[in-house]
């Protein structure tokens, strides 16, 4: 199992930024993925989660409508969408899953075993 994420940087307040996330060793059709964040000095949290096997999604409520998270254009990549950036999102960012995880809300509240290097996101002026 391999995830790897891509598309971070600098962004204003205010912005808009996508991150993807390849999925390789397995098949996007049961385990739940997810993108989580830990910024400095702070615990890692989960921002958004995906039920790969009927597309249900999860959002806790600081990102709730502000975050998307969905299948890429890509083949087995996941992506997240994240606008009206604050310097409060500023972290690194990882996609993880857990491959005897099915439910978007069950892997958003946990640790998953399998992460993917992250790129780090900076919302400044």
């Known amino acids: 199992v391999q995830l790897q994420a891509s598309g971070g940087g600098l962004v204003q307040p205010g912005g808009s930024l996508r991150l993807s996330c390849a999925a390789s060793?397995?098949?996007?059709?049961?385990?739940?993925v997810g993108w989580f964040r830990q910024a400095p000095g702070k615990e890692r949290e989960a921002v958004s989660c995906?039920?790969?096997?009927?597309?249900?999604?999860y959002y806790p409520d600081f990102v709730k409508g502000r975050f998307t998270i969905s299948r890429g254009e890509t083949k087995n990549t996941i992506d997240l969408q994240m606008t009206n950036l604050t310097p409060e999102d500023t972290a690194v960012y990882f996609c993880?899953?857990?491959?005897?995880?099915?439910?978007?809300?069950?892997?958003?509240?946990?640790?998953?075993?399998?992460w993917g290097q992250g790129p780090l996101v900076t919302v400044s002026s």
């Open positions: 995906l039920s790969t096997n009927n597309d249900i999604t």
């Open positions: 060793g397995f098949t996007l059709n049961r385990p739940a």
């Open positions: 993880a899953t857990d491959l005897g995880q099915a439910s978007s809300y069950a892997l958003c509240h946990s640790r998953p075993p399998n």
